[in-house]
Structure formats: C-alpha cells, structure tokens
C-alpha cells in the first residue's frame, strides 16, 4: 500500500493549458508539501500545509495554486502553463510541521512535460 | 536564502570501494538528513541527525552533524551495485526542509 501518491505518474500538455496534480498519503501525517525538482536535479520547495492549513509558500507564481481538501490530500493546480514549468514535482509528507523524527516521506513523483 | 553545496557533484567507483561525500552550508541547521534517490522515484530517507556532533550509522552507511551545524558528511563503506542514485543531504530549519545540491552515484561492478 502506497505511503504518499502521486497522479499521475507523467503529463504531457501544451503551453497555456491548466493542469492538475493530486496526492494523497495515508500515513496519517499532518503536514503534506510540493516541491519542484528541476532538470539540474535541484529540490525546492514550493508549499506547506499543516492540517489543511497553508504554512509555507515560497515566491512561486499565482499561477500555481495548491488546494487542501482534508490533511490527507493535497493537490496542485496549475494555470497557464509555461515551458519553463516543465520539471518534476514532488508531494511529501511528514508526521508534523517540523518533519521531526523521521524527515519527510516523498512520492514518486509526476513528471510535467509542457511543449 | 539558504544553499546547501555537496561535493563531489558525481563519483564512479568500483564495487567494494568505500565513498565519502559531504554538505556544507553558510547557515546553521537544527537538523541534518540524508536522503537517496533512484531514478523514477522520490527521495527516500536514509539517515536523520539531531545533535551537533552526533555520529549515526545505518548498515554501511554512517553520517555526521558537524560540530558548527553547518556541514554533515555521509560515509559508505564496501559499496555494491545498488548503491546507485543520487544522495541529496538536507538541512532542516523551523518548517522547512532545504536541499542540497545533490552527489551522484554510479558503482561499477
């Protein structure tokens, strides 16, 4: 059984298209995150919720717009996609908001292709 | 903001072979942790460290929180083939977990 989701796995779109990715972890944590990992491999975060509530958001454009149904998903909905947005992004999730004691737990991954 | 630098950037060694690869950063961390990433897959999480100085081992692999809290370094020793990927350390400072720049690792047989 898959600790943290991800789908789907690959999405391929065109420029100025919206999107959706979604994630969902069954671990029971509290504290679900995006992070963006681009083609240099590099991992940045992008967003934080604790228990459906927003505690980080780093200078990522509108465009993206993460959505908390209940501490247990957290999707990521982008508008108007650019090239640049292509990468791989990443949900994790850890037991509280200080990942403390065992870190964070990653997903698979949902490689975006934008052309 | 902050940046964490690992070096080597990528290392090819012969099965058997121990590796050392570290992290250091301009800013201190509370906490420390190492993290493995095969291809198609997340980071998965290898090693945790919460006190300056503490020495922790997992297997063949062992890691440091340096004494300044702003360094770790990961050792593994008599590497085998699936030690293949990439190993990002991570500094954590209030609710946010900082990455670095990543070690690649390619073990030939």
């Known amino acids: 059984d898959t600790a943290v989701s991800q789908t789907p796995k690959y999405l391929v779109t065109q420029m100025g298209n919206d999107k959706s990715i979604k994630c969902e972890q069954n671990?029971?944590?509290?504290?679900m995150y995006w992070y963006k990992q681009d083609s240099k491999k590099f991992l940045k975060i992008m967003f934080s919720?604790?228990?459906?509530?927003?505690?980080i958001n780093e200078t990522v454009p509108n465009r993206f717009s993460p959505k908390s149904p209940d501490k247990a998903h957290l999707n990521l909905h982008i508008n108007s996609l650019e090239l640049g947005d292509s990468a791989v992004y990443f949900c994790?999730?850890?037991?509280?908001?200080?990942?403390?004691?065992?870190?964070?737990?990653f997903g698979s991954g949902t490689r975006l292709t934008v052309v | 903001g902050q940046q964490l630098n690992q070096s080597p950037q990528s290392m090819f060694i012969q099965e058997g072979e121990d590796v050392s690869m570290n992290c250091t950063s301009s800013?201190?961390?509370?906490?420390w942790l190492w993290y493995k990433q095969d291809p198609g897959e997340g980071p998965v999480l290898l090693i945790a460290?919460?006190?300056?100085?503490e020495l922790t081992s997992n297997g063949r692999l062992t890691a440091q929180f340096g004494i300044t809290r702003k360094d770790s370094f990961l050792n593994i020793s008599a590497s085998i083939p699936s030690d293949v990927g990439i190993y990002f350390c991570?500094?954590?400072?209030?609710?946010?977990?900082?990455f670095g720049t990543g070690t690649r690792l390619l073990v030939s047989p």
């Open positions: 994790a999730s850890s037991q509280d908001w200080a990942g403390s004691n065992y870190g964070y737990t």
């Open positions: 671990l029971g944590h509290d504290t």
């Open positions: 919720y604790n228990n459906k509530e927003l505690i």
């Open positions: 800013s201190i961390f509370n906490t």
């Open positions: 460290l919460y006190k300056a100085g």
């Open positions: 991570a500094g954590r400072v209030f609710q946010k977990l900082v």
